[in-house]
C-alpha cells in the first residue's frame, strides 16, 4: 500500500524558511512524477513545484527563486525548501505521485484545481502558517 506522510510545517515570521519533507513508502517502482501543492481555506489546491524522474524541476511562479524541490531516491524522501516565506504562502501543503510522468512536464500552475485529480496518490499534509 503507498503511502506519502509530509512533515516538516509550521509557524514561522515572514522571511523566515522552512523544510518540508514527504516520506514515501510501499511503491513497488519509483514514480515518474512527484510534486508539492498547497491548499488555503477557501480557495482551490494549487500546484508549486514538481520534480520527475530525471530530476528536471517546474515551479509556479509564486515558488520561483524563494522554493527548492528536491528528492532522495535512496531514502524514498521529497523535500519542498522554502525561503523567504511570506503571509500569503500559509497553506497546508500536499505531496503527492504518479507514475504518469507527462503531469511534470506542465507547470504547476496547470496542476492545480480539478487537474489535482490526475495523481493518484496524496499524503496527508502539513500545515504552513507565515506571520507578518
Known amino acids: 500500500q503507498v503511502q506519502l506522510v509530509e512533515s516538516g510545517g509550521g509557524s514561522v515570521q515572514s522571511g523566515g524558511s522552512l523544510r518540508l519533507s514527504c516520506a514515501v513508502s510501499?511503491?513497488?517502482?519509483?514514480?515518474?512524477?512527484m510534486g508539492w501543492f498547497r491548499q488555503a481555506p477557501g480557495k482551490e489546491r494549487e500546484g508549486v513545484a514538481s520534480?520527475?524522474?530525471?530530476?528536471?524541476?517546474m515551479y509556479s511562479d509564486s515558488a520561483k527563486g524563494r522554493f527548492t524541490i528536491s528528492q532522495d531516491n535512496a531514502k524514498n524522501t521529497l523535500y519542498l525548501q522554502m525561503n523567504s516565506l511570506k503571509p500569503e504562502d500559509t497553506a497546508m501543503y500536499y505531496c503527492?505521485?504518479?507514475?504518469?510522468?507527462?503531469?511534470?512536464?506542465?507547470?504547476?500552475?496547470?496542476?492545480?484545481?480539478?487537474?489535482?485529480?490526475?495523481?493518484?496518490?496524496w499524503g496527508q499534509g502539513t500545515q504552513v502558517t507565515v506571520s507578518s
Open positions: 510501499g511503491h513497488p517502482t519509483n514514480f515518474y512524477c
Open positions: 520534480i520527475d524522474s530525471d530530476g528536471l524541476t
Open positions: 503527492a505521485a504518479d507514475y504518469l510522468g507527462s503531469l511534470c512536464g506542465v507547470s504547476p500552475e496547470y496542476l492545480g484545481g480539478s487537474q489535482a485529480s490526475n495523481f493518484n496518490y
